[in-house]
Each structure stands twice: as C-alpha cells, then as structure tokens.
Nanobody, 122 residues
Framework: QVQLVESGGGLVQAGGSLRLSCAAS??????VGWFRRAPGRERDFVAS???????NYADSVKGRFTISRDNAKNTVYLQMNSLKPEDTAVYYC??????????????????WGQGTQVTVSS
C-alpha cells in the first residue's frame, strides 16, 4: 500500500509561484504524476516523473511548471511559476509502483493523494 500526502497549495496572484509537495510512504514508487481538476472539468494531466527522473508535461504548463523528485525524502515536487487564473484547480498527486506507458492517463495510477487547492487570482 502507498500513502500520498500533498501540501503547498494556496492563494496566489497571477504571475506568482507556488511549490506543491507530494510525500509518499509505503512501497517503492516508480512513477508519480500530478493532475488537476478545475470546476466543471475532468481530471487533467499536468506532469509526471519516473524513478529515473524522466519527465513529461502537459502543453499548457510547459515552460512554467517543473516536476522533480527527492528520492532520499521520497517526495515529489511541482514548482509552478508564472501562474495564470486558468491554473486554478485542485491538484492531486498520483503514484504507481509499476511502469506506466501512458503516463498522462489518470486511470493508470492506483494511488492518489487527497488533493490541495490552488487558486490564482487575476
């Protein structure tokens, strides 16, 4: 079993920055993804990172968001810069102990955190 705890959400003005953290405990995790759900939308892929550090991003966040991991702390971070009002959403981290080929698909991740709210004001 894997437990995930997100933190770091909050209210920020447009153009500002936030860093989300996802602390994992339990089994060894191979892939971690960040997803977000805005009001009226499905869960959207944001970014993912493998145990080896390979990353991928949604087009909407490329160049603004950076995903990273600290294996010693078993923690994955999402650094969000140049935030826009359309980034407002509940952000979730998700994890898999197995390899995932379609890392942007939320149904591929069996473990989820509780979510953290990010609100960007204009």
């Amino acid at each position: 079993q894997v437990q995930l705890v997100e933190s770091g959400g909050g209210l920020v003005q447009a153009g500002g920055s936030l860093r989300l953290s996802c602390a994992a405990s339990g089994r060894t995790i191979r892939i971690v993804g960040w997803f977000r759900r805005a009001p009226g939308r499905e869960r959207d892929f944001v970014a993912s990172i493998t145990e080896g550090g390979s990353t991928n991003y949604a087009d909407s966040v490329k160049g603004r968001f950076t995903i990273s991991r600290d294996n010693a702390k078993n923690t994955v971070y999402l650094q969000m810069n140049s935030l826009k009002p359309e980034d407002t959403a509940v952000y979730y981290c998700a994890a898999s102990t197995n390899w995932i080929y379609s890392r942007s698909m939320p149904e591929k991740y069996p473990y989820w955190g509780q979510g953290t709210q990010v609100t960007v004001s204009s």
